[in-house]
């Protein structure tokens, strides 16, 4: 699957590192930061990462439209939600 962080250059490394670290993800590479078009302070990184449901603790997520959901299970796609900088999670 593949990732896009936006967000400073900060905050993308660390949202990149959080990833790497996350149980049941396996990450497989992470771009550069790429600046953002126009006048912006923001980037974009690219992480591709895949689930390892092979993992003995593979998590259980939440979808927005089903509920819980086991890993590596398919279900419809659900909607995007984007963070603003004020925190407020907003559906695309």
């Given at each position: 699957?593949?990732i896009?962080?936006?967000?400073?250059?900060?905050?993308?490394?660390?949202?990149?590192e959080?990833l790497?670290?996350?149980?049941?993800?396996?990450?497989?590479?992470?771009?550069?930061?790429?600046p953002?078009?126009?006048a912006?302070?923001?980037?974009?990184?690219?992480?591709?990462?895949?689930?390892?449901?092979?993992?003995?603790?593979?998590?259980t997520y939440?979808?927005?439209r089903?509920?819980?959901?086991?890993?590596?299970t398919?279900t419809a796609?659900?909607p995007t939600l984007?963070?603003s900088?004020?925190?407020?999670?907003?559906?695309?």
């Open positions: 699957m593949k896009r962080l936006w967000g400073t250059g900060e905050e993308c490394r660390l949202a990149a959080r790497m670290r996350t149980p049941g993800l396996l990450v497989l590479s992470v771009s550069e930061p790429r953002d078009q126009g912006s302070v923001l980037v974009r990184v690219y992480i591709e990462a895949r689930l390892d449901t092979q993992s003995p603790d593979a998590p939440v979808s927005a089903s509920g819980p959901v086991a890993s590596g398919t796609a659900a984007r963070i900088e004020k925190s407020s999670v907003r559906q695309a």
